[in-house]
């Protein structure tokens, strides 16, 4: 099992796009400074996407350019195609995570177009991420079962991470969008990609809609999967897919790292703050447990409560 883990931050990007009132830019800053400032090696700020399809993310140039780079943070934002790849080397992201379904429904739900078309137009995307010298990592949505279309062969997943391989990609996310994954079909999943594309790491993205999301990691940490993606506070959810939730907690999962001395870099209180930051600005209970719990060594006066006294 390793013992030391990435942790990338998305919420910034899968928390805030199904957040319905706009949250100011500025906002959006100065919650991810707090994140930089914790510690994350990796945040996944915004996209690039239309911003006719998700408004709230309408301005993630501005957000890249108001965050703390001075710390090397690594600025990771979501690209659907050659327009997105242009602004996103146009704003400097650090890199480009282009994403495709593995079910065919979800894909034209969520971008308009089949697989292939998806898979075809990443040449583009390469081309100028290339120029400018900016990595890219493929992100396999529906990769544990759709919601429209139910299973998800491993095979699909392979040949999608196969493609990401042969047009120069870095790494591959696999993407729990509707917390359809189970501790079976993560080791299944991981143990194809690593016999079939071994030249690319795996990262592994949760959400915990079935309340199982930790305990895939725990399945992923058997298979010696070192990146894990999450968001503070539990904030997540895909606006195209049916029934989706919240991703895993970076707090809650650092805190399991932690206590399991897996190293991640993150200092844990720091992080806890921002979470709660984001409850304050987000106007609603978030459902992070750590943040509210604290330490499991954070000690109660016995005066707080009642003694049950006969
Ligand atoms: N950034 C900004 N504008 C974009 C864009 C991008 N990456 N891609 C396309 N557009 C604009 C086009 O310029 C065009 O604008 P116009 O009508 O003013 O000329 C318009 O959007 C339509 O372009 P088209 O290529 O026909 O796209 P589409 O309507 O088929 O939508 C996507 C395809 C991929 C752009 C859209 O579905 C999308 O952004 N999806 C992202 C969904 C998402 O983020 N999901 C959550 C992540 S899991
Ligand atoms: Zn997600």
């Known amino acids: 099992m390793a013992r030391k883990v990435t942790v990338t931050e998305v919420g910034p990007r899968d928390g805030f796009q199904i957040e319905r009132d706009f949250i100011p830019t500025a906002t959006k800053i100065a919650l991810i400074n707090q994140l930089v400032d914790a510690g ?37 934002a979501l690209v659907p195609n050659a327009k997105g ?13 282009v994403f495709v379904s593995a079910s065919e429904t979800h ?16 040449e583009d995307v390469m081309r100028i991420a290339n120029d400018a010298g900016i990595p890219v990592e493929g992100a396999i949505a529906t990769a ?25 990609m870095t790494g591959v996310g696999l993407g729990d969008t509707t ?45 010696g999967i070192d990146i894990y993606e999450a968001s503070f506070a539990g904030l997540g959810g ?6 989706a939730t919240g991703n895993i907690c970076t707090e809650d999962l650092v805190y399991m790292l932690h206590e399991m001395g897996i190293e991640t870099g993150i200092d844990l209180d720091k992080l806890c703050a921002a979470a709660r930051q984001a409850e304050d600005v987000i106007g609603r209970s978030l459902p992070g447990q750590v943040m509210k719990a604290g330490p499991r060594l954070r000690l109660h006066d016995p005066e707080e409560v009642a003694t049950a006294a006969g």
Do not use: W
């Open 179 to 223: 917390g359809m994954a189970t501790p079976p079909l993560v080791a299944e999943r991981c143990r194809h990609l690593k016999e079939h594309v071994p030249e690319l790491p795996i990262a592994l993205h949760f959400h915990n809609t079935r309340g199982i999301g930790l305990v895939n990691v725990m399945a992923g940490l058997a298979e």
């Open 85 to 97: 790849a242009e602004r996103a080397a146009a704003a400097g992201v650090d890199e480009i995570r």
């Open 238 to 243: 895909c606006p195209f897919a049916a029934g």
């Open 144 to 168: 544990f079962g759709c919601p429209f279309e139910g299973e998800v062969p491993v095979e699909q997943v392979g040949y999608i991470a196969r493609r990401f391989r042969d047009l120069g």
């Open 107 to 122: 894909n034209q739900k969520n971008v308009n177009r089949s697989i292939e078309e998806s898979l075809n137009g990443f």
């Open 40 to 76: 994350l090696p990796i945040i996944e700020f915004s996209s690039f996407v239309s911003p006719r399809a998700v408004p709230q993310l309408a301005d993630a140039a501005e957000v890249l350019a108001g965050i703390d780079r001075s710390r090397g943070t690594k600025l990771a």
